[in-house]
Nanobody, 124 residues
Framework: QVRLVDFGGGLVQAGGSLRLSCVVSGRTFDYAMGWFRQAPGKEREFVSGVDWSGRRTYYADSVKGRFTISRDNTKNTVYLQMNSLKPEDTALYYC??????????????????WGQGTQVTVSS
């Protein structure tokens, strides 16, 4: 059974940094991976994604230049380095895995597996 465990969230002041991690177990780590977030009263939105090889990465316009996604396939882990955090980045962040290896969907409905979420709160 595939399992995703995401962690690394916390409370940080505006301008600070956090690194989220997501560990995947249950089968070969050859998924495309995505990070999503959901703030209270809002829909879940795509933040960033990476293909199975790590060579192709994608970002929402709102986080470009501040967030960096990466993966270590030897550790079955994907990371989201978040710098220059803003109060509007406050949300519950989820990692997700898509059985497709190359394409990285922005639609959360395309993903097959999800982590439990980790809270990121940015104070002003």
């Amino acid at each position: 059974q595939v399992r995703l465990v995401d962690f690394g969230g916390g409370l940080v002041q505006a301008g600070g940094s956090l690194r989220l991690s997501c560990v995947v177990s249950g089968r070969t780590f050859d998924y495309a991976m995505g990070w999503f977030r959901q703030a209270p009263g809002k829909e879940r939105e795509f933040v960033s994604g990476v293909d199975w090889s790590g060579r192709r990465t994608y970002y929402a316009d709102s986080v470009k230049g501040r967030f960096t996604i990466s993966r270590d396939n030897t550790k079955n882990t994907v990371y989201l380095q978040m710098n220059s955090l803003k109060p509007e980045d406050t949300a519950l962040y989820y990692c997700a895995a898509d059985n497709g290896r190359i394409s990285v969907p922005v639609d959360p409905g395309k993903y097959d597996y999800w982590g439990q979420g980790t809270q990121v709160t940015v104070s002003s």
